[in-house]
Nanobody, 119 residues
Framework: QVHLVESGGGLVQAGGSLRLSCAAS????????MGWFRQAPGKEREFVAR????????TYADSVKGRATIFRDNARNTVYLQMNNLKPEDTAVYSCAVGPSGETRYDYWGQGTQVTVSS
């Protein structure tokens, strides 16, 4: 059974930084692409970032490009999202997801971690 557990969220002032982590179990982690998504209150879930199985390629939403870095440690079965220069509009529940390498769908999701950015 695939299990994803996010951590690292919290309350931070605008301009600050956070590093989110997503620990995966129940799968051969290095075979799968990983993504980060977020959902703010009253809004639909939106894509934040994606990393390929090998970690060799990353994709970012325009809203976080230049402020976010997704990276993974396949030895630790963990994917990270480093967020810098946080803005109040980054406030959301951040969730990680896992999907087949080479495809854009995601099959498993974590419960999420709350990020709140105060102005």
């Amino acid at each position: 059974q695939v299990h994803l557990v996010e951590s690292g969220g919290g309350l931070v002032q605008a301009g600050g930084s956070l590093r989110l982590s997503c620990a995966a179990s129940g799968l051969t982690f290095r075979w799968y692409a990983m993504g980060w998504f977020r959902q703010a209150p009253g809004k639909e879930r939106e894509f934040v970032a994606r990393i390929t199985a090998s970690g060799g390629s990353t994709t970012y939403a325009d809203s976080v490009k230049g402020r976010a870095t997704i990276f993974r440690d396949n030895a630790r079965n963990t994917v990270y999202l480093q967020m810098n220069n946080l803005k109040p509009e980054d406030t959301a529940v951040y969730s990680c997801a896992v999907g087949p390498s080479g495809e854009t769908r995601y099959d498993y999701w974590g419960q999420g971690t709350q990020v709140t950015v105060s102005s």
